[in-house]
């Protein structure tokens, strides 16, 4: 079994994942509109729906295999600003070279993403990773958002900064084949924010990133088949 961890700067605010209605409600409403939780059924959500889409959402991120979510919540240049981050391990049998699986990683998402994306394998602290940074645009659902894009009320369409990490887990034991893999995410709906105020940020999460195992020690990001010092620059 093992452990993921990583340094974020204070104002992240972590989501709780698979949380049930008492949860969403205490996140999704704000203290001064909020009733005694003990007098709202599943079945009756507030006006706006939020408690119940934030019910989903955290549902969804656990069953995926997100371990880790959080927001960041601020003032950039005179406007507010929001973050995110979202940090899963899931299967993915890649053998015996955490390389050779960042780089074919680094391909085959690129290939999928097209243009305004770009990607590189870098050497950080936990091991090679797959890295990416780009742009997409987000589909927000009526609970999240008071107006569509085109002014109405509905779905709203929003751009957003992305930067994305695919770490290889190495097995605990040396020699052996790697079996997971960390995805990281990070983004950002104010895109003229992400240079200066994100993506130190996002960088700054992925070089604090560590693997640890069960008994407390650090599994050694030194690759099996010679890939401890096999290019690749640092985030």
Sequence with gaps: MIRVDFSLPAEFQEIPLGGDFDVA???AVLPGEREPVATVR????PSDEAAGAMRRVSCFLSDVGVV???NCLQVFEGRLSLGSLAVAIVDYPYGRSATTAARGAVQAVLGSRGEGWSGAVVQAPAGPAAVFTGGQTQVLSAPFSSFSSDGGPGRAEVPTAQFHAMIPIPPPEA???GLHMCLMVFSTSRVAHWEKCYAPVAAGILRSLRFTAVDGTTVNPADRAGDAHDGGGRP
């Design 25 to 27: 409600w205490a996140e």
């Design 42 to 45: 599943d079945d009756e959500w």
């Design 68 to 70: 880790y979510a959080a």
């Design 175 to 177: 020699g052996g084949a």
